[in-house]
């Protein structure tokens, strides 16, 4: 794997990313820290392997001591999962944590005000 191939995969991650999550960034590391909790730790870490192996690409004999297969497995599991990354579904997903909060603070509130009616003799 040379320092193109590995310039042109990483372009493709990031354009599925900015796809999927709508990060703009130039390198996958910024990128990867845009998107934070959103995704898995591993694939943190499968980004930290290919920004290690981008870091090598400057010199020559250092290339010689990357682990192609390990980077190349890297690349393979953040675009598999990137893949299954559903916007409609996250969006959907969103609302609905939204409108959980929304319904659960109202009842408590509800509550709470019944039991200082109650307390006070109005009811």
Do not use: C, Y
Request: aromatic share 6%; proline share 2%; no cysteine.
């Amino acid at each position: 794997m040379d320092a193109q191939t590995l310039d042109r995969k990483t372009d493709e991650v990031l354009l599925l990313a900015k796809a999927k999550f709508g990060v703009r960034s130039k390198s996958l590391d910024k990128a990867m820290k845009k998107i934070g909790r959103r995704v898995p730790n591993w694939l943190h870490k499968e980004a930290a392997v290919i920004a290690d192996a981008r870091g090598l690409t400057g010199h020559p004999k250092l290339m010689m001591q990357m682990d192609h297969v390990r980077v190349q497995r890297a690349f393979d599991s953040i675009k598999a999962h990137l893949e299954t990354v559903d916007r409609r579904e996250r969006r959907i997903d969103r609302i609905l944590d939204v409108l959980g909060s929304v319904s659960f603070n109202l009842i408590v509130l509800t509550a709470l005000v019944i039991l200082f009616l109650r307390w006070r003799g109005f009811i």
